[in-house]
T-cell receptor
Framework: GDSVTQMEGPVTLSEEAFLTINCTYT??????LFWYVQYPGEGLQLLLK?????DKGSNKGFEATYRKETTSFHLEKGSVQVSDSAVYFC??????????????FGDGTTLTVKP | DGGITQSPKYLFRKEGQNVTLSCEQN?????MYWYRQDPGQGLRLIYY???????QKGDIAEGYSVSREKKESFPLTVTSAQKNPTAFYLC???????????FGQGTRLTVV
């Protein structure tokens, strides 16, 4: 079945450090790939997405590139801020025809940024 | 405002009780999903529905039930058969023209 594996946490960084959270996937067909962010006590919010190979998703200084050859979608940010502290989920989804539009999520990576 | 409303935000259940979590959306999305989130873990799919009056079991449906009588609403009942119901429950929707899911703010259920 479809699966997403992401880097185990927690990750602790100092402000302005470089961030990488690794994510790899297995899927039948051609999935869309996502990074969601969750702040304490809240639901998930879409951070960025890519819908086909070699696409780069970007938002709020975060970036991730859809690499079909390595089945990866690593999240990066050049300079993290304290406000980036949250849990980050890598996810994939297929078409409604393929699997009812269900999403498959990684286990989440907790990021803490210290001043 | 367009969005997904989950209520209540916090819910306490006594042993042996059934409780119902509400999920309402005004995004006009056809598909709706319920996920369970436990500390330090990812999201696990409980039930999903693509159209009114139809729904399917997800990966962990035992001890839960749902209904989809209206497009806007997809309530989840946690029954007494669910032995470990304490968790954070998330409702999500997806439109056929979207690739991503949209999430509500969640309901935290605690057994007391």
């Amino acid at each position: 079945g479809d699966s997403v594996t992401q880097m185990e946490g927690p990750v602790t960084l100092s402000e302005e450090a470089f961030l990488t959270i690794n994510c790899t996937y297995t899927a039948t067909g051609y999935p869309s790939l996502f990074w969601y962010v969750q702040y304490p006590g809240e639901g998930l919010q879409l951070l960025l997405k890519a819908t086909k190979a070699d696409d780069k998703g970007s938002n709020k200084g975060f970036e991730a590139t859809y690499r079909k050859e390595t089945t990866s979608f690593h999240l990066e940010k050049g300079s993290v801020q304290v406000s980036d502290s949250a849990v980050y989920f890598c996810a994939l989804s297929l078409t409604f025809r393929t699997n009812a539009g269900k999403s498959t999520f990684g286990d989440g990576t907790t990021l803490t940024v210290k001043p | 405002d367009g969005g997904i409303t989950q209520s209540p935000k916090y819910l306490f259940r006594k042993e042996g009780q059934n409780v119902t979590l509400s999920c309402e959306q005004n995004l006009n999305h056809d598909a709706m999903y319920w996920y369970r989130q436990d500390p330090g873990q990812g999201l696990r799919l409980i039930y999903y529905s693509q159209i009114v009056n139809d729904f399917q079991k997800g990966d962990i449906a035992e001890g839960y039930s749902v209904s989809r009588e209206k497009k806007e609403s997809f309530p989840l009942t946690v029954t007494s058969a669910q032995k470990n119901p304490t968790a954070f429950y998330l409702c999500a929707t997806r439109g056929y023209m979207n690739t991503e899911a949209f999430f509500g703010q969640g309901t935290r259920l605690t057994v007391v």
